[in-house]
């Protein structure tokens, strides 16, 4: 055991003194710029606010010049570098000085371009920094008192030009700032900016995406009136934070509202605001009779709205409906939950008989397999195991998992189906899983007690010699275990 003294801890540490720390930390950072940039940042927050903002404009700066491309083996080191100069705008200069804060924030929001042009590929945690900056220049805005005006020219600028999503979250974090004048200011700019007339675009200068049978895709062909997109989601935005339902609603084309998520949306809005019966009238516009692929957003929205309006066996005849068209666990389990005791027992087995005699096996597994009800996967397995199809190999391998440990038969069969499939197939890229499959079938064989008609792992695997004998990259894979 490793003595408590050389035990990685702020309290051991502190006893190797400053000096000795100093060079630890000089010897750590050498090689290593994002070790000497949080440094340097250190360093200057033992000074002024105005040297670390200084220091984080400087590297604003560099990065807004460096024009070295950005793959996948560059974009970690970037979003940690983002990532330190976010923090450093929020947790060391905005307590002090929010307006600076503020200011160095909107600079930070605009390395977006830049950062972006020279990226070989999307990034998540790039662009997670950018949208996590749009949260914090919301909450800095709050206590930098900028007049609402000013505050709100620049959102509107700033969601004009917002190319590769980084303002998304801007409108909804801006909103507690703005306050219902600072909201009316900006609602105004981008009614006044969809009147007015746009500069039509030059053929030689049209952006080519892609490529058809046509001939080439145009940006504007593939994603029609950006102008009237950006209004449309802003002015949605703004409607939100407004509170204002109706105003969200006129945002959505008629046509839209018929959409099963749109209207879920906006009933969802409706109900929240006490309308409930306009909600379900709005869910009732969207034709999803026979329907059992309808968004489940919708279902659940539509069961909620008629709780809400006191249906509750309307709800309840809807999740039982559901669930037998799909075997949605979420249904049953809502279903369940609204039973009295005992008769929840009761419609359980109901729904598991339902589920055995289900058209679609796989999805009958995969339900038993979410439940969970391993027994039932394994009664169906075993009564149902000609159908199942052993291509499905992101099923079958953790519902082999999870029968192994109390039902090694079905666990077997399972295994087989993906071994017969490989093999008939010929996919070479498979061996060596089915090789590993098949050892495992031999560890589960001496927990079975009776095979049945599946036959033993003995008889199995000459079967597999007789009809698969000549794939000796597959028996390679086997003597390789």
Not at 33 to 48: D, F, P, Q
Not at 142 to 161: C, H, P, R, T, Y
Not at 245 to 270: G, H, N
Request: aromatic share 8%; net charge negative; glycine share 4%.
């Amino acid at each position: 055991m490793a003595a408590k003294t050389t035990t990685l801890n702020a309290k051991n540490l502190e006893a190797l003194g400053a000096p000795r720390l100093a060079e630890l930390l000089i010897e750590i950072s050498t090689g290593s710029a994002a070790n000497k940039r949080r440094l340097r940042m250190e360093l200057a927050g033992n000074h002024s606010g105005a040297e670390i903002a200084r220091e984080v404009r400087k590297r604003f700066a560099s990065i807004a010049r460096s024009r070295t491309v950005i793959n996948w083996r560059k974009v970690k080191a970037v979003a940690a570098d983002l990532e330190t100069q976010r923090k450093t705008i929020v947790d060391v200069l905005a307590p002090d000085d929010p307006k600076e804060a503020l200011e160095l924030a909107w600079h930070f929001l605009a390395l977006a371009e830049p950062i972006f042009q020279r990226s070989a590929n999307e990034s998540s945690s790039i662009i997670e920094s950018f949208h996590q900056a749009c949260v914090d220049a919301g909450v800095i805005a709050q206590s930098a008192g900028v007049e609402k005006d000013a505050l709100a020219d620049k959102i509107f600028a700033a969601v004009q030009n917002n190319d590769h999503g980084q303002y998304d979250p801007l409108i909804a974090a801006m909103a507690p700032a703005l306050g219902k004048e600072g909201l009316d200011r900006l609602k105004g700019l981008f009614v006044q900016w969809s009147k007015e007339p746009q500069d039509t675009v030059d053929q030689g200068d049209r952006r080519v995406i892609g490529w058809g049978s046509q001939g080439p895709i145009y940006e504007d062909q593939a994603y029609g009136n950006r102008r009237e997109l950006t209004v449309r989601i802003a002015l949605q935005e703004i409607a939100d934070a407004q509170g204002d339902v109706d105003a969200y609603i006129a945002q959505q084309p008629e046509k839209s509202r018929k959409m099963p998520l749109v209207a879920t949306d906006i009933a969802r809005r409706l109900l929240s605001a006490g309308r409930a019966a306009e909600a379900l009238q709005t869910l009732d516009a969207v034709d999803a009779r026979g329907r059992p692929d309808v968004a489940i957003e919708w279902q659940l929205a539509r069961v909620e709205v008629l709780e809400s309006l006191g249906r509750a066996d309307e709800a309840q005849a809807d999740r039982w409906k559901w669930f037998e068209q799909s075997l949605n666990d979420v249904h049953l389990r809502a279903f369940l939950r609204r039973l009295p005791d005992f008769d929840d027992m009761e419609a359980e087995e109901k729904a598991f008989a339902y589920a055995q005699a289900f058209q679609e096996v796989h999805r009958a597994l995969a339900f038993f397999l979410r439940w969970p009800a391993i027994t039932q996967a394994a009664k169906l397995v075993l009564t149902r195991q000609a159908e199942l199809d052993g291509d499905l190999y992101e099923l079958m391998t953790p519902a082999a998992e999870a029968l192994a440990e109390k039902h090694p038969l079905a666990a077997t069969i399972v295994l087989r189906s993906m071994i017969d499939f490989t093999l008939e197939n010929a996919r070479s890229s498979r061996y060596r899983y089915a090789a590993q499959h098949l050892d495992t079938c031999a560890r589960l064989a001496p927990h079975i007690n009776d095979f049945g008609s599946a036959g033993s792992d003995e008889a199995y695997v000459s079967e597999l010699k007789d009809r698969h004998g000549k794939k000796p990259a597959f028996w390679n894979s086997v003597q390789r275990i």
